[in-house]
């Protein structure tokens, strides 16, 4: 899903322009995280996918922090200072730039999102941080994002980029040709940068018990009121990473990439969600 986590709440009364009659990525992903920028509509469409998954909020968890560690990741031991974060949602208590700047003050976020109140919550909070900026985009522009006029003034495409893609290709209908989108991103994105992506999961033959509950969970996303959430397989999300090295431990459920420690709990069966890091080697010319 496309991220947010909690906000300050800003009243009883809609943001000038939200669409309160229909459910928002950004505002259901808010909520199953505890985050007060929602309403009913969005409350009520994910209270459906809990009746399906009651454990669906630590699977937002686990997404969020797989994120953290990502970037921690990217931002030290990569050494990358520049982040692209696509389908960013609202801000949250811990964001993408600051976990980056923990290690470098410097290093440079920009965040996207295609809802404009994403895009006005996130300018009015990062205002401040001059090295943070926020765009109004899409994934699916013409030429990519990486052709963005207004981008092109934050980021040095001639050095490396770390391109987060965190839950937001789930929500792409095949139809939209996802792995294409993602080829292009690539073939576009300077040698010597990384590609981070998490995406619900479809084991299919892998677990026949499990594959059942994810078609249980689509239905509960894409009918009950959000309209997207697919769950894809192993080697459909692989395909993501098109001419990508993937890092060790590769495509993995989200708390078995760079874990912080022992689990500490049994991870429930609603945690169908991989993720992985691809890098792309200086020798890569052309990936079509």
């Not at 084991?203 to 059942?212: F, I, K, W």
């Not at 509960?220 to 009121?225: K, L, P, R, S």
């Not at 692989?238 to 500490?264: I, M, N, Q, T």
Request: charged share 25%; hydrophobic share 40%.
């Amino acid at each position: 899903m496309s991220r947010t986590i909690r906000v300050p709440e800003t009243g009883a009364h809609a943001p000038g322009g939200a669409d309160t009659a229909r459910a928002s990525i950004a505002r259901v992903y808010d909520y199953s995280l505890g985050g007060k920028d929602n309403y009913d509509v969005d409350r009520a469409a994910f209270e459906r996918v809990l009746t399906v998954a009651p454990q669906q909020r630590e699977v937002s968890r686990m997404n969020r922090e797989w994120l953290y560690r990502v970037v921690r990741y990217l931002a030290g031991q990569a050494g990358i200072d520049q982040f692209l974060d696509v389908g960013a949602g609202l801000p949250a208590v811990v964001n993408t730039h600051e976990v980056a700047q923990l290690g470098n003050r410097t290093a440079r976020v920009v965040y996207v999102d295609n809802d404009p109140l994403c895009a006005a919550h996130g300018r009015a909070m990062l205002a401040q941080n001059a090295f943070t900026h926020v765009v109004c985009g899409d994934l699916l522009e013409k030429g990519t994002l990486l052709q963005h006029r207004e981008l092109l003034g934050y980021l040095e495409l001639d050095r490396p980029v770390g391109l987060i893609v965190c839950g937001l290709l789930h929500h792409l209908h095949d139809a939209l040709d996802p792995a294409g989108v993602m080829r292009e991103y690539i073939e576009r994105l300077p040698r010597g940068s990384y590609v981070a992506i998490s995406h619900f999961w479809d084991p299919a033959e892998e677990d026949p018990e499990l594959h059942r509950l994810a078609a249980r969970l689509q239905r509960a996303f894409v009918d009950g009121g959000l309209g997207s959430g697919w769950y894809r397989t192993r080697e459909q999300i692989r395909a993501y990473f098109c001419g990508l090295e993937l890092l060790e431990p590769g495509l993995v459920h989200l708390d078995d990439w760079w874990p912080s420690g022992p689990a500490l709990q049994a991870r429930p069966p609603e945690a169908l969600m991989l993720g992985g890091v691809g890098y792309k080697p200086a020798s890569v010319l052309s990936l079509r």
